[in-house]
């Protein structure tokens, strides 16, 4: 199928093709949510040899995830020039020509990599609907692979994977402490050294009628932490309270949401936060999105030290029949993490 971008390129796109079109009727159409800000964690603090500054942090995080489920990590440490440069080769994959990109063209969510456009879903009359996007993913860990071109790929993705999955570590510990249980509880628990680690880059074109069309529907990720770059073109926003919020990022910063893994794991204390991409008639907008999970194989469970003062709230799944599961779920079915639930 033809890219989004390829889509726009070839003609004068005035109005949104209705293939594309997910709000039929324009009264119920898409609006923005107002902007909110984030809180904000500063990483560098987590290795504070200071041990109040520490406990501060951690505090910070664990509220961070059980209030919002989605903050901004600052001082992480990752090179400016990294994240550049990973945005340019994203851009000049999605550049290429079509029949490049297609090689990898595949609805298997577990071949190694991926590229889609116009992912689908099923609206309540089980129409078909496209996402205003194109796509591309695999997995970086525990097996590393990558796409052959752009050259570049294979070391930026190697470097930018190295140092997520350093950052997710330090943050998953944090977390551990957060709940009260061991640093490395949740790193023995859900087997990190083997963890599941993805690179997905999302592209979404400028669209015509952007408050009639959807970059991605409202969703939770699965695994435990996400994380999300984008090229400084907002459309990113999340479910809290009820409501939905656009959010911006601080320069440099680096979003990190909570994801379903994450909720199980603390048996209900830190849930998944809702989140979907809305797009603009303006501008491209590129992010790059990091999910970090157990093992392929963690059978994943509540945490057995917080069962000490809750019964389980969710029943056991293996993480990668969850992503399995997952994604051939429909939009209007009940979400997998709710059929988990025991209660
Ligand atoms: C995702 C996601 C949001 C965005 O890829 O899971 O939620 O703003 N992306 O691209
Ligand atoms: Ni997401």
């Known amino acids: 199928m033809a890219s989004v971008k390829a889509?726009?390129?070839?003609?004068?796109?005035?109005?949104?093709?209705?293939?594309?079109?997910?709000?039929?009727?324009?009264?119920?159409?898409?609006?923005?949510?107002?902007?909110?800000?984030l809180?904000?964690?500063?990483?560098?603090?987590?290795?504070?040899?200071?041990?109040?500054?520490?406990?501060?942090?951690?505090?910070?995080l664990g509220k961070a995830c059980e209030e919002w489920g989605f903050f901004m990590v600052v001082n992480h440490g990752i090179p400016e020039n990294l994240i550049n440069s990973l945005f340019n080769v994203c851009n000049e994959f999605f550049d290429m020509p079509e029949e490049e990109k297609l090689k990898f063209e595949t609805t298997n969510p577990l071949y190694p990599v991926m590229v889609r456009s116009g992912s689908t879903i099923h609206d309540k009359s089980n129409q078909t609907v496209l996402f205003w996007r194109d796509y591309l993913r695999f997995f970086v860990h525990p097996e590393f692979y990558y796409p052959d071109k752009p050259q570049d790929f294979r070391d930026l993705i190697s470097e930018y994977s190295q140092r997520t999955r350093d950052l997710a570590w330090k943050l998953l510990q944090?977390?551990?402490?957060?709940?009260?249980?061991?640093?490395?509880?949740?790193?023995?628990?859900?087997?990190?050294?083997h963890s599941t680690q993805i690179f997905a880059a999302n592209y979404y074109p400028p669209c015509p009628q952007p408050e009639l069309a959807i970059g991605i529907p409202p969703h939770t990720d699965h695994g435990l932490l996400t994380f999300?770059?984008?090229?400084?073109?907002?459309?990113?926003?999340?479910?809290?309270?009820?409501?939905?919020?656009?959010?911006?990022?601080?320069?440099?910063?680096?979003?990190?949401?909570?994801?379903?893994?994450?909720?199980?794991?603390s048996n209900g204390k830190?849930?998944?936060?809702?989140?979907?991409?809305?797009?603009?008639?303006?501008?491209?907008?590129?992010?790059l999105v990091v999910p970090n999970g157990?093992?392929?194989?963690?059978?994943?469970?509540?945490?057995?030290?917080?069962?000490?003062?809750?019964?389980?709230?969710?029943?056991?799944?293996k993480y990668m029949e969850y992503v399995n599961v997952?994604?051939?779920?429909?939009?209007?079915?009940?979400?997998?993490?709710?059929?988990?639930?025991?209660?």
């Open 174 to 193: 944090g977390i551990s402490q957060s709940l009260g249980m061991e640093e490395d509880y949740i790193q023995k628990a859900m087997d990190l050294d």
């Open 270 to 287: 830190y849930k998944s936060v809702w989140h979907r991409a809305v797009v603009n008639n303006e501008k491209t907008r590129i992010t």
């Open 294 to 317: 157990p093992s392929p194989d963690t059978i994943v469970t509540p945490a057995a030290p917080l069962l000490r003062e809750a019964p389980a709230a969710y029943g056991p799944m």
């Open 228 to 265: 999300l770059l984008q090229n400084g073109v907002g459309g990113l926003e999340i479910q809290h309270e009820g409501q939905w919020f656009h959010v911006n990022a601080l320069p440099n910063s680096i979003f990190v949401n909570t994801a379903d893994q994450l909720e199980v794991l």
């Open 7 to 37: 889509l726009v390129q070839s003609q004068d796109l005035k109005s949104l093709p209705s293939d594309y079109a997910h709000f039929k009727d324009s009264q119920k159409s898409i609006v923005a949510g107002p902007e909110v800000s």
């Open 326 to 343: 997952q994604r051939v779920t429909r939009l209007h079915e009940k979400p997998l993490l709710d059929r988990l639930k025991l209660h």
């Open 39 to 60: 809180p904000v964690i500063d990483f560098s603090l987590l290795s504070s040899t200071n041990p109040d500054e520490r406990a501060k942090v951690i505090e910070d």
